[in-house]
């Protein structure tokens, strides 16, 4: 089952409404600009792993992220705007 905010559309209006210059941790996998998006719906036990992503922190839960989400949190610049500028070249 896919949840409702996990696609392209929903992810790309969260970006927008971030401070565009604040910076984000690619790296850390419970807090990086992904985890950041499912913390803001109330998921807490979040972790990212490249392609995939947990909401409650088990690995039996593991579901693959959208096509292109790793590309944007990834690549360049490593803050809010930057990711969104991605995002709408990538995932729009």
Not at 13 to 22: A, D, S, T
Not at 44 to 54: I, K, L, N, Q, S
């Amino acid at each position: 089952m896919t949840l409702p905010m996990v696609n392209n559309q929903s992810f790309i209006n969260w970006l927008r409404k971030q401070p565009p210059e604040k910076k984000y941790a690619y790296s850390d996998n419970r807090n990086c600009v992904i985890c950041k998006f499912f913390q803001s719906y109330g998921f807490y036990d979040v972790y990212v792993d490249g392609d995939t992503y947990r909401l409650d922190g088990t690995w039996a839960s593991a579901k693959r992220l959208p096509e292109g989400w790793n590309h944007v949190a990834l690549l360049d610049e490593k803050t809010f705007g930057a990711a969104y500028e991605r995002a709408l070249e990538w995932l729009d």
